[in-house]
């Protein structure tokens, strides 16, 4: 079984930062891809972002391309989302997952389903 516990997030004024940190309870991260998803108020939840386990290549969804940025420290077992340039509309609550197939296309990884493992999910709150 893998834990996934997640850190950061808040409330943030339009234009500002964040940055979110996933620790993985895992033996090696590089055996897991690791996506982000968010839920708003009403919303279905909708990918974010994802970095493969092998390769660490990483994709995003069309919305945050350019503004957020997914990174990992393998030796930490740490992923982090970095959210810079936040609006209104990414009010939601983040969850970090991971996936046992550690590489594939993006197509595979923007579907919740193929993720094994989910994080707790963490408020963001951006005022306009």
Excluded at 17 to 44: D, H, N, P
Excluded at 94 to 105: E, F, K, V
Excluded at 113 to 126: D, E, F, I, K, R
């Amino acid at each position: 079984q893998v834990q996934l516990t997640e850190s950061g997030g808040g409330l943030v004024q339009a234009g500002g930062s964040l940055r979110f940190s996933c620790v993985a309870s895992v033996r090696t991260l590089s055996t897991y891809a690791m996506g982000w998803f968010r839920q708003g108020l009403g919303k279905e939840r909708e990918f974010v972002g994802t970095i493969t386990g092998i390769g660490g290549t990483t994709f995003y969804a069309d919305s945050v391309k350019g503004r957020f940025t997914i990174s990992r420290d393998i030796a930490k077992n740490t992923v982090y989302l970095q959210m810079n340039s936040l609006e209104p509309e990414d009010t939601a609550v983040y969850s970090c997952a991971a996936s046992m197939q550690p590489l594939a296309g993006v197509n595979y990884y923007r579907q919740q389903y193929n993720y094994n493992y989910w994080g707790q999910g963490t408020q963001v709150t951006v005022s306009s």
